[in-house]
């Protein structure tokens, strides 16, 4: 790497506020991260390739000298279960778009009773409830898409 192009890097970092940037090459990758006044560099080379694809400009990963403060944590409460997604897909609250929901927020739920569904690979996977209770919360929105083990309904033990 030419030491003028690291200086240009090394300027924009100082006058952006940038603590830590990483720039990725077909065969290298340069990570520059500031610890306190000085600039830590390290390159990284990868093995040449026996047939490199035409690629375009290295992305650029710049991260904010200090991490923003996300919303506050919730407080867990330890009356109310979660289920979980089992998997990844799309969530359905009714068997069908004209029916009715399987469950309402108020709604009381047995142990083994169907609350929604979740399409995955065009197959329909009916989720049963684990426990026995009232729906407290319903956290996902008609036809969203979930990931494992992202909350789908809260339940207040009955």
């Not at 009714?94 to 929604?116: I, L, R, T």
């Amino acid at each position: 790497m030419d030491i003028n192009r690291l200086r240009k890097i090394l300027d924009l970092m100082d006058e952006r506020g940038v603590a830590e940037i990483e720039i990725r090459g077909l065969f290298r990758t340069l990570r520059i991260t500031r610890a306190g006044t000085a600039p830590n560099v390290s390159f990284i080379s990868a093995p040449p390739l026996a047939a490199a694809p035409a690629v375009g400009p290295a992305p650029v990963i710049v991260a904010p000298l200090a991490p923003a403060a996300g919303p506050a944590a919730p407080v867990a409460d330890e009356s109310v279960v979660v289920i979980k997604s089992p998997m990844v897909g799309t969530f359905y609250r009714a068997p069908a778009p004209d029916a009715e929901p399987f469950v309402a927020e108020g709604a009381a739920v047995k142990k083994g009773q169907v609350v929604c569904i979740i399409e995955a690979m065009k197959i329909m996977n009916e989720i049963e409830s684990e426990h026995t209770g009232v729906v407290a919360k319903i956290h996902v929105e008609n036809g969203a898409p979930v990931e494992y083990g992202q909350p789908l309904f809260s339940l207040r033990p009955a």
